[in-house]
């Protein structure tokens, strides 16, 4: 009987401990997009770019690639002097689900009102614990476009 309730015990106290952790990764998580959607809308690639891991992969919505936080940081650079010059970013969390206590999965719909870039576009962030921040791996970004049928293509 004793055994029993110190298992109960126990198992309340790592649930609570789980919980209180999973809430504050969360936040963090979510801190991460907002931090990309200030560094956007603020046209500062290297605010943006410093979201990223040194080693992140980012798909463009074309389907080109690009590696590495550099990579990202000059990319962004020509973006935010061209066509998104003066956009505004804004995420909405579709989903967030962990595949392990330190990396999240986050799939988004994001939008750029104005100009050229008022695309509606979906995201799926890969994100983890890198030592005691949190950053963003890898990112697919796509647009969306209405779908009209089996022989429609893009």
């Given at each position: 009987m004793?055994?029993?309730m110190?298992?109960?015990?126990?198992?309340g106290?790592?649930?609570?401990?789980?919980?209180?952790?999973v809430?504050k990764?969360e936040?963090?998580?979510?801190?991460?997009?907002?931090?990309?959607?200030?560094?956007?809308?603020?046209?500062?690639?290297?605010?943006?770019?410093e979201?990223?891991a040194?080693?992140?992969?980012?798909?463009?919505?074309?389907?080109?690639?690009?590696?590495g936080?550099e990579?990202?940081?000059?990319?962004h650079e020509?973006?935010?002097?061209g066509?998104?010059?003066?956009?505004?970013?804004?995420f909405?969390?579709?989903?967030?689900?962990?595949?392990?206590p330190?990396?999240?999965?986050?799939?988004?719909?994001?939008?750029?009102?104005?100009?050229k870039?008022?695309?509606?576009m979906?995201?799926?962030?890969?994100?983890s614990k890198?030592?005691?921040?949190?950053?963003?791996?890898?990112f697919?970004?796509?647009?969306?476009?209405?779908?009209?049928?089996?022989t429609?293509?893009?």
């Open positions: 004793v055994q029993k110190v298992i109960a015990l126990w198992c106290l790592m649930s609570s401990v789980s919980f209180a952790n809430n990764d936040a963090s998580v979510k801190a991460i997009l907002g931090r990309l959607e200030k560094a956007w809308t603020s046209g500062d690639a290297k605010a943006w770019s979201a990223f040194k080693d992140a992969d980012f798909t463009v919505w074309s389907g080109l690639r690009v590696h936080r990579a990202i940081r000059a990319g020509g973006i935010f002097k066509p998104y010059k003066g956009t505004v970013l804004k909405e969390i579709d989903s967030l689900r962990w595949v392990r330190d990396v999240a999965v986050v799939l988004t719909k994001g939008d750029t009102p104005g100009g870039a008022g695309e509606q979906k995201q799926t962030f890969v994100i890198h030592g005691k921040s949190w950053l963003v791996d890898a697919q970004n796509t647009r969306v476009q209405e779908w009209r049928g089996p429609d293509r893009p």
